[in-house]
């Protein structure tokens, strides 16, 4: 199994601020890459697949980039609403593994 | 409108057994595979099996395999997951979820997911 590997686990930011989180696949995944946001009590939402390509109705203000095992999501500004915890997905091959997850906190 | 709605999570002693179920509704249910993730309490997302529209490729996560097993009837826009030998870790929110595919796979609707606790 593809092993997804998120860093940092947590982070702490102010709103204005850009924000990056990474993620590592232990084999090359090309670009089959997914970035999901989920809020507390909420199940999750999709922001970016295929490493770069952003969801309909998310804003632009998020961006991912990245190929083969390495890769970023970027919040180049911070809003309130996106507090939340996000999480890399590879979709190379079953089973489409997910990363342990970064949340990002108010400072 | 998609929507997913599971049923069946609940209270379960260790090596016992559980089956959950997902009704579709909203979309042409057999188009899509379809899969299970969950969600440890306070913990991240970890995605537990697949099955494709016509039950023809089947997936397990390392953790379950041999424990669990997916299915779906199409006619009834049903998906399950039938859960035996369960242990304290099974313990998590399960959520049912569709998988798009267009040469890239990604979820795009998920259910409001439901708890699946293993105690004694």
């Known amino acids: 199994d593809i092993q997804m590997t998120q860093s940092p686990s947590s982070l702490s930011a102010s709103v204005g601020d850009r924000v990056t989180i990474t993620c590592r696949a232990s084999?090359?995944?090309?670009?089959?890459l997914n970035w999901y946001q989920q809020k507390p009590g909420k199940a999750p939402k999709l922001l970016i697949y295929?490493?770069?390509t952003l969801q309909s109705g998310v804003p632009s203000s998020f961006s991912g980039s990245g190929s083969g095992t390495d890769f970023t999501l970027t919040i180049s500004s911070l809003q309130p609403e996106d507090f939340a915890s996000y999480y890399c997905?590879?979709?190379?091959?079953?089973?489409?593994?997910f990363g342990q997850g970064t949340k990002v906190e108010i400072k | 409108e998609v929507q997913l709605v599971e049923s069946g999570g609940g209270l379960v002693k260790p090596g016992g057994s559980l089956r959950l179920s997902c009704t579709a509704s909203?979309?042409?249910?057999?188009?899509?595979?379809m899969i299970w993730v969950r969600q440890a309490p306070g913990k991240g997302l970890e995605w537990v099996s697949s099955i494709d529209g016509t039950s023809g490729y089947i997936f397990y996560a390392d953790s379950v395999q041999g424990r669990f097993t997916i299915s779906r009837d199409n006619a009834k826009k049903s998906l399950y997951l039938q859960m035996n030998s369960l242990r304290a870790e099974d313990t998590a929110v399960y959520y049912c979820a569709r998988e798009f595919s267009s040469g890239w796979y990604w979820v795009d609707y998920w259910g409001q997911g439901t708890l699946v606790t293993v105690s004694s």
């Open positions: 909203g979309f042409t249910f057999s188009s899509y595979s």
């Open positions: 295929g490493a770069s």
């Open positions: 084999q090359s995944i090309s670009t089959y």
């Open positions: 997905q590879q979709s190379y091959s079953p089973p489409r593994t």
